[in-house]
């Protein structure tokens, strides 16, 4: 569609979407850690929906997520979702201190003798008990696997881009924003 707009060949057009997600993974490599209220939560992405669904199916990928309450979020794909995995990820990317609210995956136990302050929700009893859920993390990733879901089909190798954008349309959300950090650093690969 964006190749007819511009009077473009479809693979010049790829090609142009393709570089414009690696310069937005380069930029978004250089993120400072979290503070304050944080929800951590990890989603799989992709695979074919017959048999066994979310951890363990075969063919998804398995991707961890932080979101700041009233701020922004943070997406990484791992290979599993085992605490030898997340606990660096949380260590790195959160402030020590922080409230981290969590579902109830074992891998997270270890927040609870961390330097977090760490609530948990199990979904199998409720979703929201006051303060302690993480609808917000898993509401990005709702609205990453719709806006990834029109691609049909995404080469494992690409998806990161593809997710790093995602986080980018969440974590800037103004159109005329997106814009303009797009000419900035298209400004920048140019020079």
Request: hydrophobic residues 35%; charged residues 25%.
């Given at each position: 569609?964006?190749?007819?707009?511009?009077?473009?060949?479809?693979?010049?057009?790829?090609?142009?979407?393709?570089?414009?997600?690696?310069?937005?993974?380069?930029?978004?490599a250089?993120?400072?850690?979290?503070?304050?209220?944080?929800?951590?939560?990890?989603?799989?992405?992709?695979?074919?929906?017959k048999?066994?669904?979310?951890?363990?199916?075969?063919?998804?990928?398995?991707?961890?997520?932080?979101?700041?309450?009233?701020?922004?979020?943070?997406?990484?794909?791992?290979?599993?979702?085992?605490?030898?995995?997340?606990m660096?990820?949380?260590?790195?990317?959160?402030?020590?201190?922080?409230?981290?609210?969590?579902?109830?995956?074992?891998?997270?136990?270890?927040?609870?003798?961390?330097?977090?302050?760490?609530?948990?929700?199990?979904?199998?009893?409720?979703?929201?008990k006051?303060?302690?859920?993480?609808?917000g993390i898993?509401?990005?990733?709702?609205q990453?696997?719709?806006?990834?879901?029109?691609?049909?089909?995404?080469?494992?190798?690409?998806?990161?881009?593809?997710?790093?954008e995602?986080?980018?349309?969440?974590?800037?959300q103004?159109?005329?924003?997106?814009?303009?950090?797009?000419?900035?650093?298209?400004?920048?690969?140019?020079?």
């Amino acid at each position: 569609m964006a190749a007819e707009l511009v009077g473009l060949h479809r693979n010049t057009a790829r090609l142009f979407f393709h570089r414009l997600r690696q310069i937005l993974t380069q930029h978004l490599a250089d993120v400072s850690p979290f503070v304050g209220p944080i929800e951590v939560d990890e989603s799989y992405f992709g695979g074919r929906r017959k048999g066994k669904r979310g951890r363990g199916a075969a063919g998804k990928v398995p991707v961890f997520g932080l979101l700041q309450r009233g701020g922004r979020v943070y997406t990484q794909v791992i290979p599993h979702a085992k605490r030898k995995t997340l606990m660096p990820i949380i260590e790195e990317m959160i402030v020590p201190d922080s409230i981290v609210y969590s579902d109830a995956l074992p891998s997270y136990n270890a927040l609870d003798v961390a330097a977090f302050h760490h609530f948990r929700v199990n979904h199998s009893k409720s979703f929201v008990k006051g303060q302690t859920h993480i609808n917000g993390i898993e509401n990005f990733g709702n609205q990453a696997k719709r806006h990834l879901r029109k691609y049909n089909g995404i080469p494992h190798h690409h998806f990161e881009l593809f997710l790093k954008e995602c986080e980018w349309r969440f974590n800037t959300q103004s159109p005329q924003k997106m814009l303009k950090e797009l000419k900035v650093w298209l400004k920048e690969e140019s020079t």
